[in-house]
């Protein structure tokens, strides 16, 4: 086994909010909340990019510090639709 587990970073528009959640390459089950904002921040960009970045700081955290495994390279591209919906 190679140790490589992929995972992503998933930012989503829910509602009033922008959750942030740590998810499986093609799905929305079995997620982890990591952060959330009110949809409002979006319009000052400089915030958003900065909690987006923020965002990514934590994911590496969780990954490194929780689940002992080291983030090799993250990809940003925009979101697919997943396989199934955060209910």
Partial sequence: MSGFMPIRLAIREEGKYVNCYIAKPDTMNETILIGSIHITVR????????????????????????????VQKMIRKPPAEDKDKLN
């Fill in 43 to 70: 319009e000052n960009e400089e915030i958003y990019n900065n909690w987006q970045k923020l965002m990514e700081k934590l994911f590496t955290f969780y990954i490194e510090n929780i689940f002992k495994v080291k």
